[in-house]
């Protein structure tokens, strides 16, 4: 059904609003307030003669009139309110809050933000008192000849200085002499920033940013920026001089912060941002804020918009520019020139007959004459900047009035910038330097979080050093292994998603050493590409040092290479190296100790790992699907999150379990999957026999094989089929070892070893397609499988609702918002609660998308009264299993005994030992030798509860409270979540008797 929207504005900037509006299928009518005469009675856009300073009478307009939408163009209304008041009312509207608009509206407010938040800006200070302004242009120590009108002045605050006497004399003219109004109550006195000044504008939902081109503008009124500044004489876009890099540098530095700043003092940003920036050598630095489209910027970018603007606008008001973003009009330019009556910006002659109009004019007596300054605007695209000024210009020529002012150069930086020789550096040929200095440095900090025993993980060196001795190895055997992502990377590329790509490639060359029995010691990357965009590698690399935490390995060094015209624009490649140790007598695999009759334990996968993928595009490419469509496999993830689920680490988890001597081998099912993979643990007499109907197969794959017709042997030779690595162990061993694994992963035992015989196979798979096709149902219900834990058959099974309570800084929170993103997750969070506001755990879970309450124990009179409003918050969202992450409070027993068997907690020991508070200065004080952390259910008694999981941290000779706590709260983000999945998918419960009770058969495969 078609809407009616309302324009608030009279200028150009908001016909253009009302042009674009009306393009929209979407629209049936576009109403502008005042309007001009530029948009009365032009198709679906008239006029309204409604008040819009009056907020009462306006939304009652809206009512009467049926307006779905209010765009608010200028941005005095912004300021005063009439987002807040139109909301308020039950009328839709477009445009920052006016909490949110005091960006725009003082730019005292506005510097100090960008101070709190070190948003780049030029150095300043604020005066009331005109003399003390004067002394500190006179005393600083940068030339502080930037004087501005704190307030809102039309665009017209800002008086540039030649020196300091012209910088004081603005202040007078300023605050004595009221040259703006109120506006000029406070001045802001800032430093003279030499550069490129450019507008960088962006949607913004409060959450994600969505770049619009840069643009420039002209605020000189005369040709050759001569002239005194005026509101703006024109503009072009894009603005070359801001290369890919440098936008995507102003989104990260400025635009994102700006939105985060916003959010988290509590004054969500929602709608556009214009930042006026001053490209130095330095870098981008803000000159402003504004709070809605530029005026004439927004005249160059709304033809430029390929996507529909009202829906583009609905997306902006109901958080989805992440998932839809704005499309823009690639190879075109557009030009700009603002025709004003003469004299301007002073005091122009008005009501001049014009043969042609298109924004600042009004009707008289049905003619169209100019209303008094910038008249109207030309705007010309064309595929070459210099082609689209002159099409302006013939535009600008053929409209006459009395006393026109225009200028005829707009956009001759732009064109100078492209005209120019240059002398041709290294950078010129594709290569540049400072960009890889720039990301080194960026990276060091996130490698040097990955030291461990044996090195510091220090970058720049030439090589890296590695103390095996240190490591705690009395004779060990070195293991190396290298891998690849694979055409993995064409979709993280596709999809503009690179922060997971590096665990991939962490995982494939960790879990081979594995295979080996070794630990993972450190790790090289090789990042290659044409051109090196700064922040997509550090991406990559920050998810590679990421990953080497979870693997305990450090990452040691790397190598980026920037290689023009090797790859597309976009492309880069990647490879990794990891170097392992085990002592010899715990080498892996023990071929001569296994036998027929030996079982194997198949451990999850999180999905496709890496591996397969050429085929995976080559089966996307028969459908009419793109990387971006959603609820294909489950309702909360698109097919591009689905298919970029990262490979999981194995180290941590297996390691302790490999060395503790029941292991007879460990293969990484990787390239060549099921069917070539096992056989490389095993000697050639020898075979296994596997059942697929007793371990889960992710949705992923029964789509993979539906969509491309793909054959059993296809699906076991290419794919994990759900399992990302198989143990080989005795029988008699099995049902321990498939336990500890379970603690703190999905495990199944999946088939067993046999004698092989002559031109057998060396792997059967029964069940595979039968399992298959009955994940083809991403719900279907598995649970009466044997040896499986009790989940559903795919990724979109029934989620339990969790809620986590809180006290602090959230770090175990994180953990656990990280597992339930998972697309195999059987948990999800609905809600964090914490006892205390403002703690970090809440901005945490507010950025997760995560609902929040606080409950504050201060203002209850008992705990009893506090724990009933807890309990009625949980009754509220309907929560099954309760975490306890940091939760400072000693809950009721009539909350424990409401919530037994749903109520999780994390003790920083290995219970029963180290009870209560400062659990690492007991353990080092009673001189053990291995600590850790538990999750247990909550019981009555403190830390009394039955354990659900746990993981052992060694104590070190040279531990000290501090190091020892945060190792092992490195133990707690690993188990918890883990813990969390076990009663979230019905693995374990906490039976009658207070015991816990797995739901797992003790019945071995035959």
């Not at 209304?77 to 009328?91: C, Q, Y």
């Not at 894009?238 to 635009?255: C, N, R, Y």
């Not at 082609?387 to 150069?409: C, E, H, K, P, T």
């Not at 491309?708 to 690595?725: P, Y």
């Amino acid at each position: 059904m078609a809407e009616r929207v309302l324009v608030i504005g009279g200028g150009g900037r908001e016909h253009a609003l009302a042009w674009k509006l009306a393009q929209s299928p979407h629209v049936q009518q576009v109403l502008v307030a005042p309007g001009n005469a530029g948009t009365a009675n032009c198709g679906k856009i008239s006029n309204s003669e409604v008040s819009v300073t009056n907020h009462s009478i306006l939304a009652q307009y809206c009512k009467d009139h049926n307006v779905a939408l209010v765009v608010v163009g200028p941005e005095v209304p912004l300021a005063a309110g009439i987002v807040d008041d139109l909301t308020a009312a039950g009328v839709l509207c477009f445009g920052p809050t006016a909490r949110a608009a005091q960006l725009e509206a003082s730019k005292s407010f506005s510097k100090s933000f960008m101070d709190r938040h070190s948003i780049p800006t030029a150095r300043w200070s604020s005066f009331t008192d005109s003399q003390e302004a004067c002394n500190f242009i006179q005393g600083a120590e940068f030339p502080a000849l930037v004087v501005k009108a704190s307030g809102l002045a039309a665009g017209k605050g800002v008086i540039v200085a030649g020196n300091k006497d012209e910088a004081c004399q603005a202040v007078r003219d300023i605050m004595k002499d009221k040259a703006f109004g109120s506006a000029g109550e406070t001045v802001v006195v800032e430093e003279l920033l030499e550069g490129e000044e450019v507008s960088c504008l962006c949607f913004s939902d409060g959450f994600t940013v969505a770049p619009m081109p840069p643009a420039q503008d002209h605020k000189r009124l005369l040709d050759g920026d001569q002239g005194p500044n005026t509101g703006g004489m024109g503009a072009y876009c894009p603005a070359p001089q801001v290369s890919e890099e440098m936008l995507q540098l102003i989104k990260t530095m400025v635009l994102q912060k700006t939105i985060d700043g916003m959010r988290e003092e509590g004054a969500p940003y929602i709608g556009v941002l214009y930042a006026g920036l001053m490209i130095t050598k330095l870098g981008p630095k803000v000159l402003e804020f504004n709070c809605r489209f530029g005026d004439p910027e927004c005249q160059v970018l709304m033809p430029l918009l390929k996507s529909d603007l009202y829906e583009v606008l609905q997306n902006t008001l109901q958080g989805k520019l992440a998932s839809r973003p704005p499309v823009w009009q690639e190879k075109s330019a557009a030009v700009t020139v603002v025709m004003a009556s003469g004299g301007r910006p002073h005091y122009a002659t008005k009501s001049m007959h014009i043969y042609v109009f298109h924004a600042g004019t009004t009707l008289k007596e049905g003619k169209v004459v100019t209303s008094g300054g910038r008249v109207l605007t030309v705007t010309a695209v064309h595929s070459h900047l210099n082609s689209a000024l002159q099409l302006a210009n013939q535009g600008v020529g053929a409209i006459a009035f009395s006393g026109a002012v225009y200028r005829r150069d707009i956009g001759h930086r732009a064109i100078s910038f492209l005209t120019c020789s240059r002398a041709l550096t290294y950078k010129d040929s594709g290569v540049d330097i400072a960009a890889g200095n720039k990301l080194v440095d960026m990276i060091k900090p996130v490698a040097k979080a990955t030291s461990r025993p044996g090195c510091s993980a220090e970058l720049g060196g030439f090589a890296g050093l590695f103390d095996l001795k240190a490591a705690g190895f009395t004779d060990p055997i070195l293991v190396s292994g290298t891998d690849g992502v694979g055409t993995k990377l064409k979709i993280a590329q596709a999809c503009d998603c690179h922060s997971t790509i590096g665990q991939d490639l962490v995982a494939m060359c960790v879990n081979d050493v594995l295979a080996q029995g070794a630990e993972p010691l450190f790790f090289l990357d090789y990042f290659s590409c044409g051109q090196l965009d700064v922040t997509v590698a550090a991406s990559v690399i920050e998810g590679i040092a990421e990953a080497c935490c979870l693997a305990g390995c450090a990452l040691l060094g790397g190598e980026t290479a920037e290689m023009p015209g090797m790859y597309g624009p976009g492309e880069y490649d990647l490879a990794g190296f990891c170097v392992g140790a085990v002592d010899r007598g715990q080498l892996l695999p023990r071929l001569a100790d296994i036998v027929e009759g030996d079982l194997l334990i198949g451990i999850a996968s999180s999905g496709l790992h890496s591996n397969g993928f050429s085929l995976v595009r080559q089966v996307l490419d028969r459908t009419d699907l793109q990387y971006s469509s959603p609820k294909l496999l489950c309702d909360d993830y698109t097919l591009g999150e689905v298919l970029l689920t990262p490979t999981k680490i194995y180290s941590k988890i297996l390691l302790p379990i490999l060395q503790n001597g029941s292991v007879k081998a460990y293969t990484h099912i990787t390239g060549g999957g099921l069917l070539e993979n096992i056989p490389r643990v095993l000697l050639p007499e020898l075979a296994v026999d596997l059942d697929a109907s007793h371990w889960r197969i992710p949705a992923v794959f029964s789509w993979l094989q539906q969509k491309g017709i793909l054959s059993e042997e296809e699906m076991g030779r290419t794919f994990n089929c759900g399992l990302g690595a198989v143990l080989v162990v005795g029988r008699q061993d099995a049902q321990q070892l498939l336990r500890e694994v379970q603690a703190q992963e999905d495990a199944w035992i999946v088939g067993s070893v046999t004698c092989r015989q002559p031109g057998a196979e060396p792997v059967v798979i029964r069940n595979l397609q039968y399992s298959l096709q009955a994940g083809t149902n991403p719900c279907t219900d598995t649970s009466s499988l044997g040896n499986g834990l009790v989940q559903g058959g795919g990724i979109c099974q029934k989620k339990t609702k969790v809620a986590v309570l809180i006290s602090g800084t959230g770090t175990n929170l994180q953990a656990l918002i990280e597992q339930v993103k998972k697309p195999s997750s059987s948990a999800e969070i609905i809600v964090v609660i914490s006892n205390r506001p403002g703690v970090l755990g809440l901005k945490r879970a507010s950025m997760a998308g995560i609902q929040t309450r606080v409950v504050d124990h201060k203002l209850y009179g008992s705990r009893a009264d506090f724990d009933s409003t807890i309990d009625q918050v949980l009754e509220e969202f309907g929560v099954e299993v309760i975490c306890l992450a940091g939760f400072m409070r000693i809950l009721t027993a009539p909350f424990v005994k409401k919530w037994n068997g749903k109520l999780l907690n994390i003790h920083p020991s290995l219970l029963p030992s180290f009870k209560g508070v400062h659990a690492q200065r007991q353990a080092l004080q009673a001189g053990v030798r291995l600590t850790g952390c538990t999750v247990h259910f909550v019981a009555e008694e403190v830390d009394a509860g039955a354990i659900i999981a746990q993981e052992a941290v060694p104590v070190l000779a040279n531990d000290t409270e501090e190091s020892l706590s945060e190792r092992v709260k490195e133990a707690e983000h690993r188990v918890f979540p883990a813990a969390l999945e076990l009663v979230a998918s019905g693995a374990v419960r906490l039976g009658e008797d207070g015991r816990i009770v797995w739901s797992i058969t003790d019945t071995a495969l035959v």
